[in-house]
């Protein structure tokens, strides 16, 4: 089995309604990060999570929210979708080195 | 702000040569810096590192250089074969940063072996 699983792997929404990705480890990583990735622009932090109790914006947290639930899980939210918001999504994790364990991706479409 | 940068979007090389993928970078805050390797509906992996204290770091066909004085690191692939075909990215940390590290990433280059 992964130890990071991304659901759903594909979703096609459209404009204004709520979308959450949820991402689950099996690492026992205490840190956990949400990613997105453009053509061109390579992989960007929207939000991590250092421990359960704290959660940090990376540098496009706008129109993004997170949840960590547990150890072991680590949602994000898009409150209200938008076009722009079309990308691939990745969940990742680490302990207390700099290697992150990256899930399969979630490739979201908001039409 | 690309603090982290790869100028080269796509490189081609025959199989069995050298590949060599660079990467600069702005920050002179960062003193960590991994190579990660992305193959189409999967997630990025962890391919190799380098601390600012080496300048070189070996693992079998993958070897990154680093030159600080110039803030620009590459990874060499020697022999390189079609499995090798690949979207790959640098990354950047502080870790000096204690208690904040995070990783920067750069845009990525995609990598094309030739049969």
């Known amino acids: 089995d992964a130890d990071v699983t991304q659901t759903p792997r594909n979703r096609i929404t459209k404009t204004g309604k709520r979308i959450m990705l949820e991402c689950s480890q099996t690492k026992g990583h205490d840190r956990m990060y949400w990613y997105r990735q453009d053509p061109g622009l390579g992989l960007r932090l929207i939000y991590y999570?250092?421990?359960?109790?704290?959660?940090n914006k990376g540098e496009i947290s706008d129109g993004y929210s997170v949840s960590r639930q547990a150890q072991a899980k680590f949602s994000l939210s898009l409150e209200s979708a938008i076009p722009n918001q079309t990308a691939l999504y990745f969940c990742a994790t680490s302990d207390y080195t700099d290697t992150q364990y990256f899930g399969p991706g979630t490739r979201l479409t908001v039409l | 702000d690309q603090q982290v940068k790869q100028n080269s979007p796509s490189l081609s090389v025959q199989e069995g040569r050298i590949s060599i993928l660079n990467c600069d970078y702005t920050?002179?805050?960062?003193?960590?810096f991994l190579w990660y390797k992305k193959y189409p509906a999967e997630g990025p992996t962890f391919l190799i590192s380098?601390?600012?204290?080496?300048d070189k770091n070996e693992d079998g066909r993958f070897t990154v250089f680093l030159n600080k004085s110039a803030k620009h690191l590459s990874l060499h692939i020697v022999p390189s074969q079609p499995g090798d075909s690949a979207v790959y990215f640098c990354a950047a940390s502080a870790r000096m940063d204690f208690g904040n590290e995070k990783l920067t990433f750069g845009t990525g280059t995609r990598l094309t072996i030739i049969p």
């Open positions: 920050n002179s805050m960062f003193d960590y």
């Open positions: 380098i601390s600012s204290i080496k």
């Open positions: 999570s250092f421990d359960v109790k704290d959660i």
